[in-house]
């Protein structure tokens, strides 16, 4: 097979032949078309739409498929070499896929380069389907559909000894020491105070100063733990057009082992407006609770996964407090994005009092991470 290419303008038809395989049907491509796609949404890599034309008529090798490349900029490629997050996304296509439990586009092909940290991919197309818009917010009805299709997917993978298996997987929170997370906050702390970023934001700037003892905490993997997404929002949600479509679920750079409710949190906090959140709230954490419990999730109950959803939108806000210097937000839709991220997330923390919850965590965070290694080791659904 001929040379990976880095990037788009790499690509050429006898490597698309190749790394489409058997997707082909035995067609055979004469020829192709690039459109770069997902400016000021996809923050962690480069994509372009492929459109293929063929030799021969009569078969259905996809007309399209979506090239995945990794970030241009060196500080993001750093970044996402830190985290692991391109093996993340390999590892996932690989190894579940399909059987996540939540529709995916299908992976023709995947590739990384270990030493240089290039990657590429080709995934389904799925146009006509069209992400859902974060910045206006998702619709009601679709985020009905992300919370019902997250319950199926973390039930199936509740306290997953395969998903432990896999090394991909591990803890996200493990890929950063708790110093460089501090590093970060401090950074980032520096940059808003330069550039005035979370001026606009009063409960956010209110409620930064109480962050640096949390660093001096040892985070216990969580338990308990199931396959999460890690970056659950509406432009990673692909849902059906007046054209056509099928509901999906993409972006899968951050998967891996995690806390099922941070899921939960970062979908309410970022993907839809602070009227609909208010408005259905209440009614979208009882729903995902009771099909956790329809599926057989047992030993978790609504009082803790209330709490813990609390918790996570510390872990938000922790987020979002650090540097930003490894993420390109340059384009206009991004700036926007970003704005919606932190007014959302601003009127969650006020609704939810979560001053209260940060002051006592230092204190009881200890006891907390006890219960969790104890509750782990004697292997209690809980």
């Known amino acids: 097979m001929n040379p990976m290419p880095r990037s788009v303008d790499e690509l050429t038809t006898d490597w698309l032949q190749a790394g489409l395989g058997e997707a082909t049907g035995g067609a055979t491509i004469t020829g192709f078309t690039t459109e770069v796609i997902g400016i000021g949404e996809g923050f962690m890599g480069q994509l372009a739409r492929v459109r293929l034309t063929y030799a021969e008529d009569g078969l259905s090798p996809p007309r399209s498929v979506i090239a995945k490349f990794a970030a241009a900029a060196s500080e993001t490629l750093e970044m996402a070499r830190d985290q692991n997050l391109y093996q993340r996304e390999i590892g996932f296509y690989r190894n579940i896929g399909h059987r996540a439990g939540v529709p995916v586009p299908t992976c023709y092909f995947s590739e990384i380069d270990d030493e240089s940290y290039r990657f590429a991919m080709l995934l389904e197309d799925l146009a006509p389907g069209v992400p859902s818009d974060q910045v206006a917010g998702t619709s009601r009805e679709t985020s009905r559909e992300v919370i019902e299709q997250f319950a199926t997917l973390h039930a199936k993978w509740w306290n997953s000894e395969e998903l432990e298996g896999y090394a991909w997987a591990r803890w996200l929170m493990k890929e950063v020491s708790m110093e460089d997370g501090l590093a970060l906050f401090e950074e980032g702390m520096r940059q808003a105070e330069e550039t005035g970023r979370f001026d606009a934001y009063p409960e956010i700037k209110r409620l930064l100063p109480l962050l640096p003892p949390l660093f001096k ?69 009882k729903l995902y609770h009771r099909r956790l419990v329809e599926a057989g999730v047992t030993g978790f109950s609504y009082r803790k996964f209330i709490n813990a959803y609390k918790t996570n939108l510390i872990v938000v806000l922790l987020l979002f407090s650090m540097s930003l210097d490894a993420v390109d937000h340059s384009s206009e839709r991004a700036t926007a994005l970003f704005h919606q991220f932190y007014a959302r997330l601003d009127a969650a923390l006020v609704d939810w009092e979560i001053e209260k919850t940060l002051k006592l965590l230092p204190y009881v965070y200890p006891f907390i991470r006890l219960g969790l290694l104890v509750r782990k080791a004697l292997g209690r659904r809980a």
């Open 217 to 285: 905490l040892d985070p216990a993997p969580p338990f308990p733990f199931t396959l999460t997404h890690g970056d659950l929002r509406s432009d990673n949600i692909i849902e059906p057009s007046a054209e056509g479509g099928r509901f999906a679920i993409i972006d899968w750079q951050l998967s891996g082992v995690g806390d099922p409710v941070n899921d939960i949190t970062r979908w309410l906090v970022q993907s839809i407006s602070i009227e609909d959140r208010r408005a259905t709230e209440q009614d979208l954490l």
